[in-house]
Nanobody
Framework: QVQLVESGGGLVQAGGSLRLSCAAS????????MGWFRQAPGKEREFVAA???????YYTDSVKGRFTISRDNAKNTVYLQMNRLKPEDTAVYYC??????????????????WGQGTQVTVSS
């Protein structure tokens, strides 16, 4: 059974940092793209970052230069280092495994396994 467990969320002041982790089990995820998405209150879930199986990384424009996605295939874990956090980064963050390749790495519909989410709150 595939399971994704996120951790590392919390409350931080603007300008601070957090590192999210997503531990995966039940499959060898090195063969899959991994992504981070977030959902702020009252908004739709949106793409944040992706780390493809070929080693490429992608970010939404609002986090470029501040967030870094990485993965440790030996540990089946993907990370999201978040620096210079802003109040608008406040959201529930989800990691996900891309199991379809119909659209692109930003498309939520391409991802088939999701974690339960971890809350990130950035105070001003």
């Amino acid at each position: 059974q595939v399971q994704l467990v996120e951790s590392g969320g919390g409350l931080v002041q603007a300008g601070g940092s957090l590192r999210l982790s997503c531990a995966a089990s039940g499959r060898t995820f090195s063969r899959y793209d991994m992504g981070w998405f977030r959902q702020a209150p009252g908004k739709e879930r949106e793409f944040v970052a992706a780390f493809t199986m070929s080693g490429s990384t992608y970010y939404t424009d609002s986090v470029k230069g501040r967030f870094t996605i990485s993965r440790d295939n030996a540990k089946n874990t993907v990370y999201l280092q978040m620096n210079r956090l802003k109040p608008e980064d406040t959201a529930v963050y989800y990691c996900a495994v891309r199991i379809k390749y119909y659209r692109d790495y930003r498309a939520e519909d391409d991802y088939g396994y999701w974690g339960q989410g971890t809350q990130v709150t950035v105070s001003s």
